[in-house]
Every structure is written in structure tokens, then in C-alpha cells.
């Protein structure tokens, strides 16, 4: 099966990837950073705002494949400490209605762009 490309005008890409890519009834989404696609550099404001950035941007890549946060079935986070972990939930909880995704968070030692977070999903369309 082939990969079509789903490309957004409203999230960066800093390298050879695709925003996302759909497969079947299956869109991955490439992992994105919290780049305010005005200014092209990360959001200000800690953990809370990268987050919301995140998700702004995440959600321009799902409009772009016809979806939205309804359609997303895994998330996983990437944080560079641990400790923003009940910062950044606190902003995931507002994103999502019960049930909620599955959902993976991971501590790792940098992201790019030093980002305090990354983000990727995988949605199902209909």
C-alpha cells in the first residue's frame, strides 16, 4: 500500500519527513515540536504553552487530512523532564473527550530546537 503525503500549512518541518502520511484508514503524524508557524520559533511561555503549540500544530496537520482530535486512537509525548509531566497533562486533558487515546510519555535528554516537548499521533478515518 502506498504512502500518500498530508502536508499543512500551519506546522514546520525542520527535515526530509512528511507531515503526515496516511496508509489505509491509518494517518501517522510526524512528531511536532511547539513552532509557532508566525514566527517560526518555539512558543514562549513553559510547558503549558509548548503544549497548546503542539497541539495547534498537530491539529492543522489532522485538517489537512480531513480529521480531527476525534479521530486519533494513540499519542505518544516526548518531554525533556519528567517533571512538566502535570503541567503538560493538565493542557492534554483539554484536548481529548472520554475515552481517550492510549498514550505513551517518554522522558528523553533533548528535542530539537531544544523544545521542552514533542508530540506525534496516529488517527483512524472512517
Known sequence: MPRIEITSPTASKVGPYS???RSGDLV??????????ATGKLAEGGIQ????QC???LRGVLQAAGL???????VNVFLT?????????EVYAQ??????????TIGVASLP???????????RSE
Open 95 to 104: 484536548q481529548f473527550q472520554a475515552p481517550y487515546p492510549a498514550r505513551t
Open 55 to 57: 497541539f495547534a500544530n
Open 19 to 21: 507531515h503526515a502520511v
Open 28 to 37: 501517522y503524524l510526524s512528531g511536532q515540536t511547539p513552532i509557532d508557524p
Open 49 to 52: 504553552a509548548q503544549t497548546a
Open 113 to 123: 530546537l531544544n523544545a521542552q516537548i514533542e508530540i506525534e499521533m496516529i488517527a
Open 81 to 89: 523532564d519528567m517533571g512538566n509531566f502535570t503541567a503538560m497533562n
Open 68 to 74: 480531527d482530535l476525534e479521530h486519533v486512537i494513540k
